[in-house]
């Protein structure tokens, strides 16, 4: 597979500028950041833009600070949503608990371009309810035979069982209560 490097600048989040004033508190932390590239993901961002439609330039989050300032640099820092091995597991649950559903999208896409294992893939789609994922997740498995192989292969490199994995993934093997596993 041919791997695409794309090089983005990024922006300065502490400092205002014309196009990024409108500032975020959370705890000690600081950021400016520009509603209108906020507004496409929805959740949190959609209030925020009620804020300045009523001359309020500032929120104060009660997220925790890593988190928001993770997503905010993700979001707004290279003027493009960007997502990668050492944020995705940040930016999953807080997009999820804000209901960003295009950020959410774009880890999703990320997640099936990246080298995890399959099992894997499909565990956080269940656990996040991402469905493409979780289709792409189920057709790379193959036929059931396989797909339990593969299963068995990768619990024991984790040196897991069947017990560790969420109940709602056992339908991507066929695993019905009456299944006997050894």
Known sequence: M????????????????????????CA??????????????GGIFVEWKKLIEQNVFQVVSMEDPFEMGCLLESLVAYDQPVVH?????????????????????????WLMQSHFHIIRLLEISVMYRMSRLYDFGTKELG?????????????AECNCTLNDLPPSLYAAFKITPRTITM
Do not use: G
């Open 2 to 25: 041919d791997e695409f490097v794309q090089v983005l600048s990024m922006h300065n989040l502490i400092e205002p500028n014309r196009s990024r004033s409108f500032r975020v508190l």
């Open 28 to 41: 000690s932390k600081c950021w400016f950041v520009n509603v209108n590239r906020l507004i496409d993901h």
């Open 85 to 109: 091995r050492h944020n995705y597991s940040i930016l999953l649950p807080i997009a999820s608990r804000l209901r960003l559903h295009k950020l959410m999208r774009v880890i999703e896409d």
């Open 143 to 155: 036929p059931p035979m396989e797909a339990l192989r593969t299963l068995h292969v990768y619990l």
